[in-house]
């Protein structure tokens, strides 16, 4: 009789396929043959890619912007020359991922001056990492209300200024300015920016530019993400387009007199200009003879 090892080690088998899955699988819908991911992968959750209501497209835009690295233009124009869909579309999809939170655009003004698009890409909306690090932190004593001070208003960038600021050139001004919300409702204006905004406006109808054409100019090639500061917008366009002055006209030449024809004075025979027969001037100089 062999010896018996009770110390030794037990083998392991390994599962079957049934033990693993033990539920057969179904006979209708999809089935999964997956394998595990160990590079080039992105982790998307189930509440994006399976939002009841969110379209299709907004969903792929999300989890291709998911999926870029930092730094990778996602504006309109970009996505549209990479997928098949066209701007229209594609900037529905985004307005779509902004309203449910998984995309967050704001416009910024570099210190040159340029507007650009900064883009926020949230994988699960709510929960920012910023969010996290203020909730971790210490709370500072609240201050007493007599401290507290108004949030200070960003100054508006300084706009041209017309050669003579007459009453009725800034009223005209004010009336183009007001008139931009009926062309887009993200130009509506308080009354104190278009104060600030009206010589602007009046130094290119100074320049002889028609309030349709100024209009226009103002209007034209908006960008599609929202005017956190239209008035700002505004301003910046009115300076960096600013029209060059009309070119000076030259003087009208003078009138010359009219020439008349040649007259025989009545008085003394001599022949002058006049319009009309008559004396001459010595003539109706001339004092009266006495009777």
Same mark, same amino acid.
């Not at 057969?24 to 089935?31: M, R, S, T």
């Not at 930092?70 to 549209?80: C, F, N, R, W, Y």
């Not at 401290?147 to 001004?173: D, G, H, M, N, T």
């Given at each position: 009789?062999? $010896?018996?090892?009770?110390?030794?080690?037990?083998?392991?088998?390994?599962?079957?396929?049934?033990?693993?899955?033990?539920?057969?699988?179904?006979?209708? =819908?999809?089935?999964?043959?997956?394998?595990?991911?160990?590079?080039?992968?992105?982790? +998307? =959750?189930?509440?994006?890619?399976?939002?009841?209501?969110?379209?299709?497209?907004?969903?792929?835009?999300?989890?291709?912007?998911?999926?870029?690295?930092?730094?990778?233009? +996602?504006?309109?124009?970009?996505?549209?020359?990479?997928?098949?869909? =066209?701007?229209? %579309?594609?900037?529905?999809?985004?307005?779509?991922?902004?309203?449910?939170?998984?995309?967050?655009?704001?416009?910024?003004?570099?210190?040159?001056?340029?507007? +650009?698009?900064?883009?926020?890409?949230?994988?699960?909306?709510?929960?920012?990492?910023?969010?996290?690090?203020?909730?971790?932190?210490?709370? %500072?004593?609240?201050?007493?209300? /007599?401290?507290?001070?108004?949030?200070?208003?960003?100054?508006?960038?300084?706009?041209?200024?017309?050669?003579?600021?007459?009453?009725?050139?800034?009223? $005209?001004?004010? /009336?183009?300015?007001?008139?931009?919300?009926?062309?887009?409702?993200?130009?509506?204006?308080?009354?104190?920016?278009?104060?600030?905004?009206?010589?602007?406006?009046?130094?290119? *109808?100074?320049?002889?530019?028609?309030?349709?054409?100024?209009?226009?100019?103002?209007?034209?090639?908006?960008?599609?993400?929202?005017?956190?500061?239209?008035?700002?917008?505004?301003?910046?366009? *009115?300076?960096?387009?600013?029209?060059?002055?009309?070119?000076? %006209?030259?003087?009208?030449?003078? +009138?010359?007199?009219?020439?008349?024809?040649?007259?025989?004075?009545?008085?003394?025979?001599?022949?002058?200009?006049?319009?009309?027969?008559? %004396?001459?001037?010595?003539?109706?100089?001339?004092?009266?003879? $006495?009777?």
């Amino acid at each position: 009789m062999d $010896a018996q090892h009770p110390n030794a080690p037990v083998l392991t088998t390994s599962r079957t396929p049934d033990e693993d899955h033990p539920h057969e699988q179904p006979l209708a =819908g999809v089935v999964h043959d997956n394998v595990r991911h160990t590079e080039s992968f992105t982790v +998307v =959750g189930n509440h994006l890619v399976q939002h009841k209501e969110m379209s299709l497209l907004a969903i792929g835009l999300a989890c291709y912007i998911q999926s870029v690295r930092q730094g990778t233009s +996602v504006d309109i124009k970009t996505l549209a020359a990479r997928f098949p869909e =066209g701007p229209t %579309r594609i900037a529905a999809g985004l307005r779509e991922l902004e309203k449910f939170g998984y995309l967050q655009r704001t416009c910024t003004r570099t210190s040159t001056g340029r507007i +650009v698009t900064r883009t926020v890409s949230c994988n699960r909306p709510g929960h920012s990492r910023s969010g996290a690090a203020r909730e971790t932190a210490p709370r %500072r004593p609240a201050r007493r209300a /007599d401290q507290e001070k108004p949030p200070s208003r960003k100054r508006l960038p300084a706009v041209p200024q017309p050669s003579y600021p007459a009453p009725a050139l800034l009223q $005209a001004a004010v /009336d183009v300015l007001t008139g931009l919300r009926r062309r887009d409702p993200r130009l509506l204006l308080s009354a104190t920016d278009a104060e600030h905004l009206a010589p602007g406006v009046a130094a290119w *109808l100074e320049r002889e530019i028609a309030p349709t054409a100024v209009r226009h100019a103002l209007t034209e090639n908006l960008p599609d993400e929202p005017l956190i500061r239209p008035a700002a917008f505004l301003a910046h366009r *009115l300076t960096a387009q600013l029209p060059p002055p009309p070119p000076i %006209r030259p003087p009208a030449p003078p +009138v010359p007199e009219p020439r008349h024809p040649f007259q025989t004075c009545d008085g003394c025979d001599r022949s002058f200009r006049a319009p009309a027969p008559g %004396r001459c001037r010595d003539c109706r100089t001339d004092p009266p003879e $006495a009777a």
